[in-house]
């Protein structure tokens, strides 16, 4: 991959955290919202810009190619380790305050709490890679795609519904608890375009030009916890730890990524990008502001929540990003199985760590950005 091209995808990163800090798009609060109150304005965007991602990458990934580019999409193997994976990430989410996008955003734009939970991610990505080949023995189905299966114009139509029945589930959910919906709350106006905050919908826009911008670019869709699983690998590598040797590595892929420097990892780029584009939108909004003080009890939440949602990312092939947004906008079932397994941990952990509360827990506790639903 040319230096330029990385360059692009840097920046590309950049949009995205900039999308993500000022649309306040967090796949942890959204679910949870709709767990403990019923509003579901969230999911409904995340199931626009599943719609928007999916109407783009179907036929570029039936054609298989693109500017003389290949592109492949993520599909990865449905079975025990997805759901368990997945599972387990959901309740790192609600654990640690955020999913993957969510925490480098949120260190971005000056939550200290979440820069914990992204150690831990870190942490918990590498003891993930190490056990991946017991994971990998379990039973499973081989990797499964809709436009594969179907092609691109009936899967479309199949995604297209399925999108379609979450959102209305919501919508009458929402309406039998509370009579009408939600307004978003966040009109948008020009003045404010650097300032924020911004409707939902024109984060689930940005985000879904995000992923088609990477998969035009990389030749497959968005990532974003490989590279957690790379810096932990070479922190390790550089005390001694003969890191190579695991099998997660020797494939020829990874075992280049882990000899080459982090600056040639795509995902690793755009990582760094989100963070910063996180990081200029909080100054240009004046809102970049990082409290120090964190109370004992929050930093072992955001601990025990980045292992498992490092842990969960690995063994169930990738994250809220990877295998939800980019598996089910790239057709792959594993994709869906992911989604209904990590809400499924969501539920669970919300129960558990906001039992008594009638509604989301105050958005200005520590660990949160004040205005932002990570």
Request: hydrophobic share 55%; glycine share 12%; charged share 10%.
């Amino acid at each position: 991959m040319t230096t330029l091209t990385l360059v692009a995808l840097f920046l590309v990163g950049v949009a995205a955290g900039v999308v993500l800090y000022h649309a306040a798009f967090g796949f942890t609060s959204s679910w949870r919202r709709f767990i403990v109150e019923r509003r579901g304005a969230g999911i409904r965007a995340q199931m626009l810009m599943l719609a928007l991602t999916s109407a783009v990458f179907f036929p570029l990934l039936a054609q298989g190619h693109v500017f003389g580019q290949v592109v492949r999409g993520s599909v990865s193997p449905v079975g025990m380790s997805v759901i368990v994976g997945a599972f387990l990430f959901g309740i790192g989410m609600q654990m640690g305050g955020g999913c993957a996008s969510g925490t480098l955003y949120a260190v971005g734009g000056g939550n200290t709490r979440m820069v914990v939970t992204l150690l831990a991610f870190i942490a918990g990505s590498v003891i993930g890679s190490a056990h991946m080949p017991w994971w990998s023995a379990a039973p499973a189905l081989k990797p499964m795609s809709l436009v594969t299966s179907f092609g691109a114009p009936t899967a479309l139509a199949i995604a297209l519904v399925s999108y379609a029945s979450l959102t209305m589930i919501t919508v009458v959910v929402e309406r039998r608890r509370h009579g009408s919906l939600a307004d978003d709350g966040r009109r948008a106006r020009a003045w404010r375009m650097w300032r924020g905050p911004w409707p939902l919908v024109a984060g689930a826009v940005g985000l879904a030009a995000v992923n088609v911008a990477t998969l035009l670019l990389s030749g497959r869709p968005w990532g974003v916890t490989s590279a957690f699983a790379l810096w932990g690998a070479k922190v390790l590598q550089n005390t001694g730890v003969n890191v190579a040797a695991w099998p997660y590595w020797s494939p020829p892929a990874q075992a280049a990524a882990l000899k080459a420097s982090v600056v040639y990892d795509v995902t690793s780029v755009m990582d760094v990008g989100i963070m910063i584009g996180a990081l200029a939108a909080a100054i240009l909004a004046g809102r970049f502001a990082p409290t120090w003080r964190i109370s004992a009890q929050s930093v072992a939440s955001a601990v025990g929540g980045g292992l498992l949602l490092g842990y969960g990312a690995r063994i169930a092939y990738g994250c809220n990003i990877g295998a939800y947004f980019s598996g089910i906008a790239s057709g792959s079932v594993h994709g869906w199985v992911w989604l209904f397994a990590a809400f499924g941990g969501n539920v669970v952990a919300t129960r558990l760590r906001w039992p008594s509360l009638k509604t989301s827990p105050p958005q200005r506790v520590p660990g949160y950005l004040p205005t932002a639903r990570i």
